[in-house]
T-cell receptor
Framework: KQEVTQIPAALSVPEGENLVLNCSFTDSAIYNLQWFRQDPGKGLTSLLLIQSSQREQTSGRLNASLDKSSGRSTLYIAASQPGDSATYLCAVKEDVAGGTSYGKLTFGQGTILTVHP | EAQVTQNPRYLITVTGKKLTVTCSQNMNHEYMSWYRQDPGLGLRQIYYSMNVEVTDKGDVPEGYKVSRKEKRNFPLILESPSPNQTSLYFC?????????????FGSGTRLTVV
């Protein structure tokens, strides 16, 4: 069974700092990995999607990498801002191959990020 | 605007009173899914649908029903809600092929069962 772990569980940094959020998964048979942002009590906003054949994706100040063979992904946030404060969730979409978990997303528990002025 | 719309956003109900949470997407996506989010347990899949009239159980289907009569709609039905179904619910959809597309999530429905 796929398990996704995010480290650290919480992170507090001063504004302007560069930071890295970590995600690991136990089964490398994935289609893709998606990073989401969730504000308190709100929905999930997709940040980046990395296909299993890709190594990284970039969007503005965000860069996500994927090492499928080792079961790891990182989300790099450059020059953090107070508006980046949120919970960041990593999710892997499982490879169908013979299984019943067709296209299922398995989520990590998230990293709660606080960026203070 | 491409989106997944859930209604209602907030709902308080009593044990045993049947309710339906609606979900609609305007992206012509074939794949739709329901998740619940609970503190300490994260997001878990309840049901999913690969296409019209094709649905299957996720990890935590007990106490829930779904239907997919039209491509755009995927309602979640609680026939006899219980307090342990108090949670934050999300509907999501994905384009095809599932292997290539990411998910779009709705804004969530916060359900309280008393």
């Amino acid at each position: 069974k796929q398990e996704v772990t995010q480290i650290p569980a919480a992170l507090s940094v001063p504004e302007g700092e560069n930071l890295v959020l970590n995600c690991s998964f136990t089964d490398s048979a994935i289609y893709n990995l998606q990073w989401f942002r969730q504000d308190p009590g709100k929905g999930l906003t997709s940040l980046l999607l990395i296909q299993s054949s890709q190594r990284e994706q970039t969007s503005g100040r965000l860069n996500a990498s994927l090492d499928k063979s080792s079961g790891r992904s990182t989300l790099y946030i450059a020059a953090s801002q107070p508006g980046d404060s949120a919970t960041y969730l990593c999710a892997v979409k499982e490879d169908v191959a013979g299984g019943t978990s067709y296209g299922k997303l398995t989520f990590g528990q998230g990293t709660i990020l606080t960026v203070h002025p | 605007e491409a989106q997944v719309t859930q209604n209602p956003r907030y709902l308080i109900t009593v044990t045993g009173k049947k309710l339906t949470v609606t979900c609609s997407q305007n992206m012509n996506h074939e794949y739709m899914s329901w998740y619940r989010q609970d503190p300490g347990l994260g997001l878990r899949q309840i049901y999913y649908s690969m296409n019209v009239e094709v649905t299957d159980k996720g990890d935590v289907p007990e106490g829930y029903k779904v239907s997919r009569k039209e491509k755009r709609n995927f309602p979640l039905i609680l026939e006899s809600p219980s307090p342990n179904q108090t949670s934050l619910y999300f509907c999501a959809s994905s384009g095809r092929p599932v292997s290539l597309y990411g998910y779009t999530f709705g804004s969530g429905t916060r359900l309280t069962v008393v």
